[in-house]
């Protein structure tokens, strides 16, 4: 311990001497998941910054030895829907996977790779596979961005032998598909589909379709889903019954088809299924036929329980968050995040309860007394309902606030925005938290894991319901007397970043703010943006052209002369999501009003931040940035950012 419990030194929030540092966050640190398992070897994904953000694939074998299977430059991740997801699988002992170079589709087979895919052809992009044995083929969505207008999505089968192709179109006609899943027979396909200007959580439609023995399919059905039913996460057990997630109740809960019925299997006001913003994403495995281990929400909380029979029984973990279960023999493959660990890869033994470390997200241990743990709050919004937040007080073993002096308080928006946060140690909270900050962490209405009318409060009213909820959350800390109202900051990325613009250019309680690859101007946004999201305004603002005068009114960029305070920029010059030129256009704006503004860009970089150094750099120079607004000196040896107009 650095000073003993009473050594501890008074100084102003701000200035704490923290081990937690911007180069400790990601030195010897991974991102862990996508777990599955084949036979008895268990596969994930680890995410480098210090390789330049690449993903790599992993695996543990039988006897516990690790290796990497996907050597330097590889890149282990998809594009289709430029967020990817879904980008390797695995199925008796064939290896599925495609390189972000130039999304080409590799299988590893007896030890060695070869493509399935013609090389240099990245305006094909394919990612969420199923492995046919029976057929050596294997299907998947292949994104094809080779003809004017938007990319033609498609459900299509390549195969393991002859020449690389660009795949056999099975199923089209509709803008987008997902999940597609072979029952364990090989003579049925699973997948769901969805059209503009629906989103995957506004609605999808489950279909079903007979396999022919030459790999052709027929009588395709719709069984589930509709315009304003979300089907997530179709499945079939290992007696070939299938399940799915769905939402008819206005939760997403846990389905099962028989004889031509869906049956409920879990009736509960909690959230088995997720937004689906990368392919392949999964909440639920089979441990035998009617047993599933599920990863569920509840109140905002990830939760793991075993489902047989109707009852929901909850399974003890290290956690408070964490992702999809997966079997390996008697042993659930999980990763997740405890109150005051980091992300680790487990196994969970189903007879005794005892758990066992595969992989930790990082080699650095950081003392308890550094920690701020999550404190789930619910605050009064301003239009009289209830939001949500997880509340981490500045916490420092080795100093304690000046008598009387409050914490400057950071609100975090999370992107989306039909997403969520949960609790759980973050590196780049307790980055925060360790020198003295205060950090709100929000699920604003719109977010997930309170069921479909918490989601749907955003509908119509991006920009106001986030952005009251966030104000909200500011002053309710306040009102609690934790929280210096007048070192109040927001921050977000993305669409956080749009909530982070709005709420300064729109409302006066906030004192600073930082946008990193956020939205000033939705019009743009509206006709700049990929396909996926094309459409996701039609819900949340409302269609275009009908809705072009609210586009304006709501955009921060059209209403800079009400932005009077300091905000600084991150932007990747490679975002196709929210392209660069959102950030400029806000960051000429402030410099043209005399306002303080930095702005922060990175060459090679998208929509988020994968490379170490730009990771070190982003928080550095944010820190950087509320000393000089707020005018007190960090302990942290680090590049003073340079802000304009102060």
Not at 22 to 35: D, F, W, Y
Not at 42 to 50: A, D, G
Not at 276 to 304: D, V
Not at 607 to 613: D, I, L, N, V, Y
Request: with cysteine; charged share 20%; proline share 6%.
């Amino acid at each position: 311990m650095s000073n003993a419990m009473n050594q501890r030194q008074t100084a102003p929030f701000g200035t704490w001497k923290s081990t937690i540092t911007a180069r400790t966050i990601t030195a010897g640190t991974v991102g862990l998941g996508s777990v599955a398992v084949d036979g008895g070897t268990l596969y994930w994904l680890e995410s480098r910054p210090e390789e330049d953000g690449r993903n790599v694939l992993v695996c543990r074998s039988r006897d516990g030895k690790i290796t990497d299977l996907t050597p330097a430059p590889i890149n282990v991740r998809s594009r289709v829907h430029e967020y990817g997801g879904g980008a390797y699988n695995v199925k008796d002992e064939h290896i599925i996977f495609v390189d972000l170079a130039d999304q080409q589709v590799n299988l590893i087979e007896d030890g060695n790779s070869r493509p399935l895919t013609p090389t240099g052809e990245a305006s094909l992009r394919y990612a969420d596979f199923d492995i046919d044995t029976r057929r050596q083929r294997v299907l998947c969505i292949r994104e094809d961005h080779r003809g004017d207008g938007e990319p033609v999505n498609a459900i299509v089968a390549l195969n393991f032998t002859g020449d690389t192709t660009e795949g056999t179109v099975l199923i089209q006609g509709h803008d987008f598909f997902a999940y597609p899943r072979l029952s364990p027979n090989g003579r049925r396909l699973a997948w769901i589909s969805w059209d503009h200007p629906n989103m995957p959580w506004d609605g999808t439609e489950l279909w079903v379709a007979d396999v022919g023995a030459d790999g052709n399919l027929s009588a395709a059905q719709r069984i589930a889903g509709g315009h304003d039913i979300a089907v997530f996460q179709p499945a079939w057990s290992p007696d070939g019954v299938l399940h799915f997630v769905a939402d008819p109740t206005g939760w997403w809960n846990l389905y099962a088809w028989h004889d031509g019925m869906a049956i409920n299997l879990c009736p509960e006001k909690a959230e088995f299924g997720l937004p689906m913003w990368g392919l392949g994403t999964a909440t639920y495995a089979f441990i035998k036929e009617g047993t599933i281990a599920c990863r569920y929400t509840r109140a905002g909380e990830a939760k793991l329980g075993i489902l047989t029979d109707g009852t929901l029984i909850g399974v003890t973990t290290p956690f408070v968050n964490m992702g999809t279960p997966a079997l390996i023999g008697n042993l659930l493959a999980l990763t997740g995040t405890g109150d005051t660990e980091p992300t680790q890869l487990i196994l969970i033994n189903l007879k005794t309860g005892t758990t066992e470390t595969v992989r930790r997200s990082t080699t650095i241990d950081v003392e308890p007394g550094y920690v701020s743990t999550a404190r789930p709050i619910a605050f009064p919004t301003a239009d009289r309902r209830t939001a949500y937040a997880f509340f981490y007080p500045p916490a420092n073993q080795d100093f304690h606030a000046i008598e009387g002096e409050l914490p400057p308080l950071i609100v975090r928006s999370h992107g989306g925005p039909t997403a969520a946060t949960g609790p759980g140690y973050s590196p780049a909270i307790q980055y925060w938290t360790s020198r003295g900050f205060a950090v709100a962490d929000v699920n604003y209405g719109g977010s997930t894991g309170y069921g479909r009318v918490y989601r749907e409060h955003l509908d119509g009213a991006w920009g106001i319901v986030d952005v009251d909820d966030c104000e909200a959350a500011a002053l309710y800390l306040v009102d609690q007397g934790l929280a210096d109202p007048a070192r109040l900051i927001i921050r977000g990325g993305s669409a956080g970043g749009y909530t982070t613009l709005a709420a300064l250019t729109f409302r006066d309680t906030f004192k600073a703010g930082a946008s990193l690859y956020g939205i000033g101007d939705l019009m743009a946004l509206a006709k700049d943006t990929h396909k996926f999201e094309s459409r996701y305004l039609d819900r949340l603002i409302g269609p275009l052209p009908d809705a072009e005068a609210l586009y304006a009114e709501r955009s921060p960029l059209y209403h800079a002369e009400s932005l009077n305070c300091p905000v600084i920029f991150f932007q990747g010059l490679d975002d196709k999501v929210v392209p660069p030129n959102q950030a400029k256009a806000m960051v000429a704006a402030l410099e043209a009003k005399d306002i303080p503004v930095a702005y922060v860009h990175f060459e090679g970089e998208g929509h988020g931040f994968r490379k170490a150094e730009n990771i070190i750099r982003a928080l550095e120079a944010e820190l950087s940035f509320y000393a000089q607004i707020f005018g007190f000196t960090p302990a942290d040896d680090i590049d003073v950012v340079a802000i304009r107009n102060i």
